[in-house]
Nanobody, 123 residues
Framework: VQLQASGGGLVQAGGSLRLSCAAS????????MGWFRQAPGKEREFVSA????????YYEDSVKGRFTISRDNAKNTVYLQMNSLKSEDTAVYYC?????????????????WGQGTLVTVSS
């Protein structure tokens, strides 16, 4: 599976961005797609995820009510709509795909990763 993430950029605090992640290849095996982020000097952390079939969604507490994850199965694409952005949301955002129903918030549950897209929120 190949993943292509896009949509990052520079935005002022309170603004919005929408990230996209397009999957290609063995997409029929996808159980879940997720978004993680990694700030400088910090470990990669879970942000949100969505089950490919059924659309169950998961969010980290810090983004609940501000971020919305969605998918377009026909386009094999997952989106992350980010509203009310804060400076602490600044990070490189990575999308990942998992083939099994394992721990949703663990990086080890995702088999392939995209290249990352930088989100910078200025205060």
């Amino acid at each position: 599976v190949q993943l292509q993430a896009s949509g990052g950029g520079l935005v002022q605090a309170g603004g919005s961005l929408r990230l996209s992640c397009a999957a290609s290849g063995r997409t029929f095996s996808i159980f879940r797609m997720g978004w993680f982020r990694q700030a400088p000097g910090k470990e990669r952390e879970f942000v949100s995820a969505i089950n490919w079939s059924g659309g169950v969604t998961y969010y980290e507490d810090s983004v609940k009510g501000r971020f919305t994850i969605s998918r377009d199965n026909a386009k094999n694409t997952v989106y992350l709509q980010m509203n009310s952005l804060k400076s602490e949301d600044t990070a490189v955002y990575y999308c990942g795909v998992g083939f099994w129903n394992t721990k949703v918030k663990s990086t080890t549950s995702y088999n392939y990763w995209g290249q990352g897209t930088l989100v910078t929120v200025s205060s």
